[in-house]
């Protein structure tokens, strides 16, 4: 049973940096990879691909919020992170880690993934 836990999440005003992260337990995958996730949900209806990393590395992001996260992940698929900086008050929202095994065609879809954590609050004024 795969468990997502995010962490990292609070206040900050506009301009500043936030890292957020998500532990990972449970894969028992790990030779074949997967593809994980960061999404928002807030005052959006649906929740909002923000950026991606896949088993090889290569990384998607929201096209609002290039050249100001960054995500990450290290080897093991423990921990994935984001990295936030000049952040917005547009950017405020839940944010969720997500992760499915192997790859996806389109990997800022919500519908491709398979595990979510339960999100962290993240607050920009």
């Known amino acids: 049973h795969v468990q997502l836990v995010e962490s990292g999440g609070g206040s900050v005003q506009a301009g500043g940096s936030l890292t957020l992260s998500c532990a990972a337990s449970?894969?028992?995958?790990?030779?074949?990879?997967?593809?994980m996730a960061w999404f928002r949900q807030g005052k959006r209806y649906e929740r909002e691909g923000v950026a991606s990393?896949?088993?090889?590395?290569?990384?998607s992001y929201l096209d609002s919020v290039k050249g100001r996260f960054t995500i990450s992940r290290d080897k093991a698929w423990n921990t994935l992170i984001l990295q936030m900086n000049d952040l917005k008050p547009g950017d405020t929202d839940r944010y969720f880690c997500a992760a499915t095994p192997g790859s996806a065609r389109f990997s800022l879809r919500p519908g491709e993934y398979v595990w979510w954590g339960q999100g962290t609050q993240v607050t920009v004024s």
């Open positions: 449970g894969y028992t995958n790990r030779g074949g990879g997967y593809l």
């Open positions: 990393i896949e088993e090889y590395g290569q990384t």
